[in-house]
């Protein structure tokens, strides 16, 4: 009988939850669930579902590999921020509408596993850093780029916090003091330019000028069906103003970036989620941006790379950071 | 006879090298000196004039305490970057006309005494962190502004360096993309707004318009001779064009510094060097500016100060980085 150590990952996002058991080493994904989140049930139904994913991967790891339910270690909670870790609690979760909800008690009565509690961009970065394109990165700067930024650090080998955990909200550095208006009341934020939402946002007022654009074909003629997904696309056929948009987003990203670059001399810099497809349409002008903005010595020291596990990097990183959160 | 170990700190700047004698516990400073650089005599010239000073300082201890030679523990070197700390080299430092150039060995030779070399904006953060205004911080956040804006960073405990030695460039980070260019080559940087050249600068650009104002007074009429000194001193007189670039001047290093909260969430944010003598008239909007575009938990979790030690910050850290590089 085998004695690997089970651990489950939970991704836990404003429309989907991912949970997964990976083995201790990494080596794996065993069993997943991907269910729908349904904000609106409230907390304590959105808990029950991920309780029962939970359940589910469980059953399937022990139908795959025969383990006994004692093999399962524990439950890594990855969710939006801002969160008490201490304390395990979900502050603010305004997508889902939470306030001071005690996720990881819930989690842990539910299942009757330990489990612990960080942020979903935090462990997108970690899973990265584990088995993804940043391995082997002793600083390491993640980027995820989705609905909205966010960002994690890893620093000297380490997952960095902050003093009250809110760290590495890398897409809430100002880039232009007088510029866009940007959801968390700030102005000039990077989020406001370079998120998913707000690339959509720029792609559709570009279209408002009534030249004919791939973008709007394959949108199917509807202006707000035009997402950051249809631009990538689109700038991939050689569309002019697709093309333009994706441009200018490298340039947002790039002067983000630099910053982080100067301030923070990584030697990985990884964007994970849906950018990550846009290739080399997007990397190339970013990486040419970064290159202009910040110091050689920061450039040559780095490499910006997308990330590779793709929509699992938070569930896998919610395996790792349970891991390293436990007494050796 | 006493046991006690002394420590060697210089601050070497582009105007004035400063060294001076600290007990291991940082309770005093004993012995100080300040010579001008003349960074014209070359780096060889300015080796040997550090070297006379810390010979100076040395003595002048040595007949204070009666100290031996053998209870100098060593000297921790401030220096401007690039460096490369391991090698012990300064890569290049343009005010200095210095490339590659091996000053910790150099002064090893001239003194017999062991040597470690650091960023100057680091030492000065850890000079406040050790006996100044940051002491008790886990994350500090350290803002050197002068000629230029240098950064240190203390994380988690522990002086930062990335990747390259580069970490902590906290005056070249982008606030405006389309911004004012940068002597880096950048466009935007907050250094380019927020230095003590730039204040200087945009002073003399506000009296361009031909407004009675004390500063052109205190300048003795001559627009070339205001200074961010001059401007600091005008607006505590209620001058109105100073008093405007003052608060100008807080909004930048606000979105600096708001910049920095987002993505460090630290619990000390250290201002050193003249800008400390700005006194409420900067802090006060300054820490609105803050308060205005960072995340709440991030605010509240920071204190924003002056720095306690004036201009031996960089000399009082350096003697801290000589004793955190040691064996123990």
Known sequence: ???????????????????????????????QVTEPTNAADGADGV???????????IAETIAKTGATRKQFWGVGLGAPGP???DAGLVIVAPNLGWNDYPLRDRIVAATGLTATLDNDANCATVGEWWIGAAQGGRNVVGMTIGTGIGGGLILDGKLYHGSSDVAGEIGHTTIDTQGRRCKCGNYGCLEAYASGTAIGERAREALAGGEPSALLVMAGGDLSKVTAQTVYEAAKTGDRIASEVVRETARYIGTGIANLLNVFNPDVVVLAGGVAQAGEDLFGPLRAEVKRRAFKPAVDACRIVPGALGGNAGMVGAVATFMSQQPA
Do not use: H
């Not at 029950?48 to 939970?54: E, F, L, P």
């Open 1 to 31: 009988m085998s004695n690997t150590r089970y651990v489950i990952g939970v991704d836990l996002g404003g429309t989907k939850i991912s949970a997964g058991v990976m083995p201790a080493d990494g080596s794996a994904i065993v069993a």
């Open 47 to 57: 808990t029950a579902r991920i309780a029962a994913a939970i359940e589910t991967v």
């Open 83 to 85: 969160l008490d870790r």
